[in-house]
T-cell receptor, first 112, second 114 residues
Framework: TQLLEQSPQFLSIQEGENLTVYCNSS?????LQWYRQEPGEGPVLLVT?????EVKKLKRLTFQFGDARKDSSLHITAAQPGDTGLYLC????????????FGAGTQVVVTP | KAGVTQTPRYLIKTRGQQVTLSCSPI?????VSWYQQTPGQGLQFLFE???????NKGNFPGRFSGRQFSNSRSEMNVSTLELGDSALYLC?????????????FGQGTRLTVV
């Protein structure tokens, strides 16, 4: 079983602060996805990283894939209340079509 | 381009009943996966269909079943409902042609079993 471990489980910060969420595994992945989910809604895909060492930016969000493709991080600069949500990392379950494994998620709360 | 549509959004059922949930994938997507999400267990994979065939199945009892139609729309059925089946059921669609194709989720169906 390839496990994705996310840390921290919960983050509460003030508007304007920075934060980083981590997603780690002992397995190597062909790709890794980050999603944001709001209460009662489905996860929304933010980014897919594929190449080891890859860095992708989405406005104030920066995603990095580890050189060995075993870990990833999500950094938010100058967080805003609209960034509040559950951040999930996901990766294909090796050898299993259409199956993704998910981390437990990091709940981020940004207060004004 | 329309996203993934799940119906209904909310359901309340009684123990012992059965329920059918529906998912319409993004146009052109042939793979539909189903997940159960609960606070304690997170997102757990139920099964995946591609071109009307189940390609993959998670570790859920036989009470959970699904199917996919020729237009790629999918349904999942849960029979003999238990209180523990209360969860957000999510459907994800993808092109599915290769392993790891990006998955796009619907808004989910919130099932409450009383």
């Amino acid at each position: 079983t390839q496990l994705l471990e996310q840390s921290p489980q919960f983050l509460s910060i003030q508007e304007g602060e920075n934060l980083t969420v981590y997603c780690n595994s002992s397995s190597v992945f062909s790709s890794l996805q980050w999603y944001r989910q709001e209460p009662g809604e489905g996860p929304v895909l933010l980014v897919t990283v594929v190449t080891g060492g890859e860095v992708k930016k989405l406005k104030r969000l920066t995603f990095q894939f580890g050189d060995a493709r075993k870990d990833s991080s999500l950094h938010i600069t100058a967080a805003q209340p609209g960034d509040t949500g559950l951040y999930l990392c996901a990766a294909p379950a090796g050898g299993s079509w259409g199956k993704f494994q998910f981390g437990a998620g990091t709940q981020v709360v940004v207060t004004p | 381009k329309a996203g993934v549509t799940q119906t209904p959004r909310y359901l309340i059922k009684t123990r012992g009943q059965q329920v059918t949930l529906s998912c319409s994938p993004i146009s052109g997507h042939r793979s539909v996966s189903w997940y159960q999400q609960t606070p304690g267990q997170g997102l757990q994979f139920l099964f995946e269909y591609f071109s009307e065939t189940q390609r993959n199945k998670g570790n859920f009892p036989g009470r959970f079943s699904g199917r996919q139609f020729s237009n790629s729309r999918s349904e999942m059925n849960v029979s003999t409902l238990e209180l523990g089946d209360s969860a957000l059921y999510l459907c994800a669609s993808s092109l599915g042609a290769t392993e790891g194709t990006e998955a796009f989720f619907g808004q989910g169906t919130r099932l409450t079993v009383v």
